[in-house]
């Protein structure tokens, strides 16, 4: 009996010792001014820890069990906040910064308990159509892949535009109407192979190891964001851990990753936090693995540097930098050659950067300053050259897009009282530009120079936003921005305005409405024109911003603790977009998908989109979660015959189903993630060849007149992702598993004529990709 008993106190104190732990710290601040709070109170559920903040809000959990937890933090005159889900893993400290919502006090009340709202936008004046989005997010869903854009195509009303990169259509926009921001600049498209104009690419240039939570805003946009016209993408980046070093590396299809964290010393509160990344692919061309003639090469840097200081307020040194190319070579042995197409030797190049500066700072008990400086580099470029049979190369094709950018802003937030709170700010960005081409309009023909120009110009953005809350379950947001473009004095002023009502714990309504405006690609400004007498003209040269009015009404309910039911309905009204001069054209800006347009332009198109999206979403709870989104709408355009047609994008619909289920063993050391994604939508818009037409003619000709007047069969794709996480001591381990495109669909992407076959030719989208990455964390 007593070696029973002496054995099983050994099998209990092995599993105790074998549990593997980690520190939980952080600080809570209030939500408007960013100040620490002192004195609050935050909770562990399930291991019943609590501790208080200290004089400067931060608060300590030593030493939990690995796992996954509830916190609650409760603050005299704030709401109650409820973060679920908080992971907990022994490779990593967990680091958080909570932001607590003042109340709007009465006699009666002193703390107000709230629901805990999982996608509420980090941005309080974002009211209707905003989520915040997780980094687990994206690490989570399949074929995310780390990258915000692939992972938001998972949301209601968005779509991929094409599997082959990550642009994203947000309810029957281009996908050229986003803006991407981070740490409260304006930046360049984050992505490699980007092009000019597009808010996508390839791969995402950002590292997961960077991203905190940051919001997702697809209309009604807050005021102080300008120049979109779809969509926001408001990037916060993580601060590095200021009291111990930490690493992160990883190995798989996408690249070769290396991340560090720390602090400067012991002594000082900063950190930095770097990572680099290096393609597998073009480690693999260099070993001899891969062939010479199709080469694709990419890198990346990202950083952020925390700079806290005693008295001069908060800097921080950021940016990133991605470089990408891919060559094509023809094959030496002509015999090979199927197609055309075979015979072309391209090289494309896509570079952007970006560094920031920022300075925040409070001046008093009510204001806070927050400041910036920018700059930023896009360098793209594609040169093509036809085979001819004798293996001499003639030039086919030549664009190049250069630009650099100088941004500043500063903005003040400053709060009167808990009801009512100002935002306000001023952005000047100088533009320095060089672009250039050369090509002809059809194969075969004479080569023109349709771009050549370099020279300066800039931006200037302001804006103007109040809040108002009349009591706790009543948001009011006002606000107006204004726009100019220096090249030719265009501007605009607009006008915002959103409110929202929590009618009780279960239910919420909101509305918004904003008038949005965008700049063209600049190189569009500077198409150039022969005219019959030799000279070169400059069309676009006066071309105005593209505007957009946007109405929502949104509802929300709460079916139960961890589900909700949502509903939105939406209109967007164009107006002023760019359209081909021509009285019989059908072109129009709105249909632009890879291309900028150098035809002659005037601002007399205009479009609606609209529809009404409905989702039900299950939060991870018992480790698992689910969405269920269906969105039913219209994309339609006008051009310069005046027919309203529908647009490329006007897919009708589009039905998205994610889900996933962790299992975890007891010790919680291991966990095993299952996750799905399913798209089923409606095929994107096409225009009818002209076959006969082709044939005389050498070359691809539409139908005009009949401009998207077909649509593809439906689109259909399941992704997967499996993954197999160990939490040992002071390490964590990840191995993954996404299949892109699980059943191989082969979904049409477009049509073209075959010169050489004299038939029309169907371009299809990726099959099948299955996509391996190891990572480990200590």
């Keep these: 009996m007593k070696m029973k008993l002496l054995f099983a106190l050994s099998l209990l104190s092995l599993a105790v010792h074998g549990q593997f732990k980690q520190q939980l710290r952080g600080t809570v601040v209030d939500g408007i001014l960013q100040k620490n709070l002192a004195g609050a109170t935050v909770s562990i559920s399930g291991i019943n820890q609590t501790v208080i903040t200290d004089a400067e809000g931060v608060f300590r959990f030593k030493e939990i069990p690995v796992g996954s937890y509830r916190i609650v933090v409760t603050y005299a005159g704030f709401k109650e906040a409820v973060l679920d889900n908080i992971a907990v893993n022994s490779g990593k400290e967990t680091v958080l910064t909570i932001s607590l919502e003042a109340l709007v006090r009465t006699e009666s009340e002193i703390i107000l308990k709230a629901n805990s709202k999982k996608n509420k936008p980090l941005n309080d004046m974002s009211v209707v159509s905003a989520r915040a ?16 854009l692939r992972m938001a195509a998972a949301f209601p009303g968005v779509l991929a535009n094409d599997d082959g990169n990550n642009n994203i259509v947000i309810r029957g926009n281009s996908p050229t109407g986003l803006l991407w921001r981070m740490e409260g600049l304006d930046i360049p498209s984050p992505n490699h192979f980007s092009q ?152 494309f190049i896509s570079n952007t950067g970006m560094s920031g500066i920022t300075h925040s700072i409070l001046a008093g008990k009510k204001l806070k300053i927050n400041s910036a400086i920018g700059v930023s580099s896009t360098k793209i470029g594609f040169d093509e050259d036809y085979t001819e049979d004798d293996l001499t190369l003639t030039r086919s094709y030549i664009d190049k897009y250069n630009t650099r ?22 952005t000047h960005t100088a533009i320095h530009y060089r672009f250039y081409r050369l090509s002809s309009e059809h194969e075969g023909d004479p080569l023109e120079e349709i771009l050549n120009t370099r020279g300066n110009t800039a931006t200037q953005q302001a804006f103007a936003q109040w809040q108002y809350k009349p009591a706790n379950e ?10 100019r473009l220096s090249h030719n004095n265009t501007s605009s002023a607009e006008p915002r305005f959103s409110a929202r009502w929590n009618i009780n714990n279960r ?17 569009v400004y500077f198409a150039q024109q022969q005219l019959p007498n030799g000279d070169v003209v400059l069309p676009n040269k006066d071309i105005d911003l593209t505007r957009s009015h946007h109405y929502v009404l949104s509802y929300s309910y709460r079916l139960a603790k961890n589900t909700q039911l949502k509903a939105e309905i939406y209109y967007q009204r164009l107006f002023n977009v760019p359209v081909a001069t021509h009285d019989s054209s059908t072109l129009s800006t709105l249909n632009v998908e890879y291309e900028y347009i150098t035809d002659p332009l005037v601002n007399k198109g205009k479009g609606r989109n609209y529809g009404v999206e409905i989702s039900l979403e299950r939060y991870l709870h018992n480790n698992f979660y689910f969405t269920l989104s269906n969105s039913i709408y219209q994309s339609k355009y006008t051009a310069a015959d005046g027919i309203e047609r529908n647009t490329r994008f006007n897919g009708n619909y589009i039905v998205t189903l994610i889900t996933g289920k962790d299992f975890v063993n007891e010790r919680k050391s291991k966990t095993i993630g299952v996750n799905i994604k399913t798209i089923y939508a409606g095929g994107l818009r096409t225009t009818p060849i002209d076959l006969d037409a082709s044939r005389q003619a050498g070359y691809t000709v539409y139908r005009e007149s009949e401009a998207y007047s077909l649509q593809n069969p439906s689109y259909f794709r399941t992704d997967l992702r499996i993954s197999m996480k160990w939490n040992r001591k002071r390490v964590t381990s990840t191995l993954s598993l996404d299949i892109q495109n699980l059943t191989n669909r082969l979904n049409i992407f477009n049509q073209y004529y075959d010169d050489q076959k004299e038939q029309v030719t169907t371009m299809y989208q990726t099959g099948l990709i299955p996509i391996l990455n190891y990572k480990i964390e200590f």
Excluded at 405 to 419: D, E, H
């Design 196 to 347: 000019p104009g597009l808010s996508g690419g390839g791969i995402s240039i950002l590292s997961s190891q960077l991203l905190s939570n940051s919001d997702f805003v697809t209309a009604a946009f807050a005021a102080e964001y300008g120049n979109a016209l779809s969509g926001v993408f408001d990037i916060k980046l993580r601060k590095g851990n200021n009291e111990k070093r930490e690493y992160s590396l990883q190995a798989g299809v996408l690249g070769l990753n290396a991340a560090i964290e720390g602090p400067f010393s012991k002594k000082y509160k900063g950190s930095y936090l770097v990572n680099y990344r290096y393609s597998t692919l073009t480690l693999l061309n260099k070993i001899g693995v891969l062939p010479d003639d199709n080469v694709t090469n990419f890198q990346d840097l990202s950083y952020n540097i925390y700079l806290p200081t005693n008295k001069l307020g908060t800097f921080t040194l950021f940016g990133f930098g991605g470089l990408s190319d891919q060559d094509f070579n023809p094959d030496k042995d002509s015999s090979k050659w199927e197609t055309k197409s075979d015979r072309y030797r391209s090289r």
């Design 474 to 483: 009543i948001t009011l947001n006002a606000g107006l921005h204004y726009l």
């Design 133 to 148: 989005f997780t980094v687990e997010e994206t690490q989570r869903y399949a074929a995310a892949v780390n990258d915000p």
């Design 405 to 426: 950018k100088l941004s500043f802003n500063t903005n003040l937030q400053y709060k009167f009282s808990n009801k009512l709170n100002l935002r306000a700010g001023f």
């Design 507 to 523: 239910s919420s309504i909101g509305i918004g409405y904003g008038l949005h405006s965008q700049v063209q690609t600049l190189n």
